[in-house]
């Protein structure tokens, strides 16, 4: 019974946030979601640490502040954060017109959502892990 | 949720997922018949991408080679083997490429590898997937069908420039799906192509398939021309997909060779 439902509330909740992941998951590879969903995690944080340390040097490198930026959005976009990959595209144009200080507000905005993000894929791996331990 | 897109969108997803099964149950039946699977290449530098681009090929039933870089590309086809400046390299010239062609067709077929399809990443770090393509046209791998992807909206000129640099097709991440089908096209052309003792049934066989598939892609082209550039709009996926302005897609037409006949 508990099992159910905790398996339940996985699938609702990767249906919920991964529209096109959960059509790609299949028996042939059940953690699928939670494998991009765990790479996403790492590869965003130590962009995201990248940046920081970029923006944080004296002078700003742009070019590889965008390159950075590039990456992160790439990688959010192919899950489909929206938010967090809008922000990105903000953060660019400042970027591109190397706007200093817009680029430090700009990323407030970024870490933001991405704060969030991070919140609810925590909350879908836990949901998964306990899932996986109720089998 | 941020990543929840409206309920429209899903019920479309469920509605492509069933039109999807087609296409992906006549690839089923082209590789059954020929007695084996379409191998792609992709290449992308970014771990997450190349994840999402395996399984989706994986799940149409295509074999996967995934590299991160063009260099790892080139070394894979047997293409480094026999040059002096091979990552350095970013855009063969004329020259270099005649003798590519050369010295490298025995080893680029080494071990019987076959390839059916390159899918490539255009912004990357070293060799762009621009660079990539060239070296590629330029080699005994060149009759391989090669779609150049792209993260964001690349100005025309950049998705022109790829595909008179022979790529079939400039796609829009992240793919989806629906544009698998377009990519089943070019693989079965390629089959058609490189294999010569296909038996003529299974080719008129792959024909009229081909034709289905290209006329549903009219259709398909056609509404996104309707519905324009509207990324915001969340009504339909197709135009979230492409994203093209109707100059790109004026130009891209006569470049896409299998839709070519049916426009």
Not at chain 1, 35 to 42: A, D, I, P, Q
Not at chain 1, 125 to 135: G, N
Not at chain 2, 160 to 179: H, N, T, V, Y
Not at chain 2, 214 to 225: A, H, L
């Amino acid at each position: 019974m508990d099992r159910n439902r905790l398996h339940n509330q996985v699938a609702s909740m990767r249906r919920s946030l991964f529209d096109q992941l959960e059509e790609l998951q299949d028996d042939t590879n059940p953690n699928f979601v939670q494998e991009v969903v765990t790479l996403f995690y790492n590869d965003s944080t130590r962009l995201i640490q990248n940046i920081e340390q970029a923006l944080n040097s004296r002078p700003i490198d742009f070019c590889k502040l965008d390159d950075y930026m590039h990456q992160f959005k790439g990688s959010s976009s192919s899950i489909g954060a929206k938010k967090v990959t809008n922000e990105c595209t903000a953060f660019r144009e400042y970027c591109n017109a190397e706007n200093a200080e817009g680029c430090i507000r700009s990323f407030q905005q970024v870490k933001q959502e991405h704060a969030i993000l991070k919140r609810k894929l925590e909350v879908y791996l836990q949901t998964v892990r306990q899932a996986s331990q109720t089998a | 949720m941020e990543l929840m897109k409206s309920s429209d969108n899903i019920i479309q997803d469920r509605t492509q997922q069933q039109h999807k099964q087609e296409p992906e149950m006549q690839a089923q039946e082209g590789q059954q018949e020929q007695g084996h699977h379409f191998h792609v290449l992709a290449v992308d530098d970014s771990v997450i991408d190349r994840k999402l681009l395996e399984k989706l090929l994986k799940v149409s039933s295509y074999q996967v080679t995934c590299v991160d870089s063009g260099d790892k590309a080139l070394e894979y086809l047997g293409l480094l083997n026999n040059l002096d400046s091979d990552s350095t390299a970013s855009s063969s010239s004329s020259s270099s490429s005649s003798s590519n062609s050369s010295s490298c067709s025995q080893s680029s077929q080494r071990e019987g590898l076959k390839v059916n399809l390159i899918m490539t990443d255009f912004c990357m770090p070293g060799m762009s997937g621009y660079d990539l393509l060239k070296r590629l046209k330029g080699s005994s791998w060149k009759d391989v069908p090669v779609v150049v992807m792209s993260s964001e909206n690349v100005p025309s000129r950049i998705s022109i420039r790829c595909l008179e640099g022979g790529a079939e097709e400039f796609m829009l991440k992240p793919l989806q799906l629906s544009d698998l089908e377009k990519i089943e096209a070019y693989l079965l052309k390629s089959l058609h192509l490189s294999c010569t003792n296909i038996d003529k049934d299974d080719d008129d066989n792959n024909a009229d398939h081909n034709s289905d598939n290209n006329n549903d892609k009219v259709v398909n082209n056609d509404s996104n021309i309707d519905k324009g550039n509207n990324s915001t709009s969340m009504n339909n996926n197709f135009s979230k997909r492409k994203a093209l302005s109707s100059e790109d897609t004026e130009s891209r037409r006569p470049k896409i060779k299998g839709l070519a006949v049916a426009i």
